[in-house]
Nanobody, 116 residues
Framework: VQLQASGGGLVQAGGSLRLSCAASGSINVMGWYRQAPEKPRELVASITSGGTTNYADSVKGRFTIRRDNAKNTVYLQMNSLKPEDTAVYYC??????????????WGQGTQVTVSS
């Protein structure tokens, strides 16, 4: 499975961005990790083909993940962005809602920068 991510950019705190990731084929779970400088990679959100979702506590209530199964595409709507959301965001796909890094497919990273 190949993943093609898009979106990201620079936004002021309180603003919004949307990330998209298209998979080359159908796969049960899709989601997003992020990695800030000198921090470990963190699972941000994931969603199954049936619509079950998982969010990191730090983004609950601000980020929404959804997917279009017909297009094999996942979207991450990020609202009320904070400077601490600044990171490289990676699309991932796999068979577990937890998207175990060693067992997942990865897309290229996209930079999200939130200015204060």
């Amino acid at each position: 499975v190949q993943l093609q991510a898009s979106g990201g950019g620079l936004v002021q705190a309180g603003g919004s961005l949307r990330l998209s990731c298209a998979a080359s084929g159908s796969i049960n779970v899709m989601g997003w990790y992020r990695q800030a400088p000198e921090k470990p990679r963190e699972l941000v959100a994931s969603i199954t083909s049936g619509g079950t979702t998982n969010y990191a506590d730090s983004v609950k209530g601000r980020f929404t993940i959804r997917r279009d199964n017909a297009k094999n595409t996942v979207y991450l709507q990020m609202n009320s962005l904070k400077p601490e959301d600044t990171a490289v965001y990676y699309c991932a796909a796999g068979t577990s809602l937890w998207l175990v890094p060693g067992l997942a497919y990865w897309g290229q990273g996209t930079q999200v920068t939130v200015s204060s």
